[in-house]
């Protein structure tokens, strides 16, 4: 019988690993692709929005970010349209910017945590700083945990978390819906609460997309015929309807597939009850020992040759 090389084993381990991770629990990449349409979400009517920035002031209130809400930081551009803050930072959690298309059309549009069925951010921390709420959906994050590597930031498709360059020490900064304070005091996010014009709805996802699609079909010469965030990267409890095209608000076109379901299919497959690295850490012993004892019937072979010619 052929022996086995170390070349043979490591093609039969690989080969194995990629069949489980293609042949891997169907079931389980189903539970995870579901969409929870009982989650608490946020409705953004674009063409509602009057810009007035009430949402910003009370979320910064309510939750304790201050600063960058002032014509200091404003930015100005060539048609004199201005934004202030002109960005989410670690200051800054909800955002509304203007963007003009042409002297008769323009659009705000409100820029906040995503809080998406399958958020990458979850995804990628190593320490379970940023979690998702199985019953509200709300996804959530504990700075005493964090180690602060920041990969929420790359992972996040929309580039909403923010970490705390200014600050001692720092931590990231995202909306949570308000969930240690005017949600758990009065059962709604303040911006939602305080919108004057109705731009900001909250409820659970399957009533606000109801809504949704009811305005888009009652009025679709008003709308882009789309509830952006139903579907983007598995869907987010964060919707938008827009007048103007998503992609000229700054938001992404993005794929229904969620990026974190590729990673932790692989994660889920590989590591599910610590059996490969268990056996590559094994096989790695086993082929260290079985080095150092040919190394020592060398060795040992060696000694006697020299021992004979001294003789």
């Known amino acids: 019988m052929k022996k086995q090389s170390r070349r043979d084993f490591f093609k039969l381990l690989g080969v194995t690993g990629a069949g489980a991770l293609f042949y891997g629990s169907r079931a389980e990449a189903s539970d995870r692709l579901r969409v929870n349409d ?10 509602k929005c009057v810009g007035c920035k009430a949402c910003m ?8 970010d201050y600063g960058d809400l002032s014509y200091e ?13 002109s960005d989410l930072s670690g200051n800054t959690r909800t955002l509304i910017k203007l963007f003009k298309e042409s002297d008769s059309r323009w659009s705000y549009i409100k820029y906040s945590c995503m809080h998406c069925q399958k958020p990458s951010c979850v995804s990628v921390c190593p320490v379970s700083a940023m979690t998702k ?25 929309f580039n909403i978390p923010r970490f705390q360059w200014d600050k ?16 758990r005091q009065k059962g709604i996010p303040a911006c939602a609460e305080t919108c004057p014009t109705g731009a900001i709805s909250f409820g659970k996802r399957k009533d606000l997309l109801q809504e949704a699609k009811k305005r888009l079909q009652e009025h679709p010469d ?18 938008y309807l827009s007048a103007m095209p998503f992609d000229k608000l700054g938001l992404p076109v993005l794929k229904p597939e969620p990026p974190a379901e590729f990673s932790e299919k692989i994660q889920h497959t590989i590591y599910k009850g610590f059996i490969a ?9 086993f082929i260290a020992v079985k080095n150092l004892k040919k190394q020592g019937n060398g060795h040992d072979a060696d000694d006697s040759t020299q021992h004979e010619e001294d003789k």
């Open 277 to 285: 690295p268990v056996a590559l850490y094994s096989t790695l012993c």
């Open 133 to 157: 709420d199985k019953v509200s959906g709300i996804v959530d994050y504990n700075k005493n945990t964090c180690i602060g590597c920041r990969y929420c930031q790359v992972a996040c498709a």
């Open 38 to 47: 009982e989650e608490l979400s946020m409705l953004y009517d674009a063409t």
């Open 222 to 239: 008003k709308y882009v015929y789309h509830v952006y965030g139903e579907q983007e990267v598995g869907g987010s409890n964060h919707l």
């Open 57 to 64: 002031a009370v979320c910064k209130r309510v939750n304790g």
């Open 168 to 183: 001692t020490i720092p931590q990231i900064v995202k909306c949570d819906l308000c969930k240690n304070t005017n949600l």
């Open 73 to 85: 930081h404003a930015k100005f551009d060539a048609d004199s349209l201005w934004d202030s803050p």
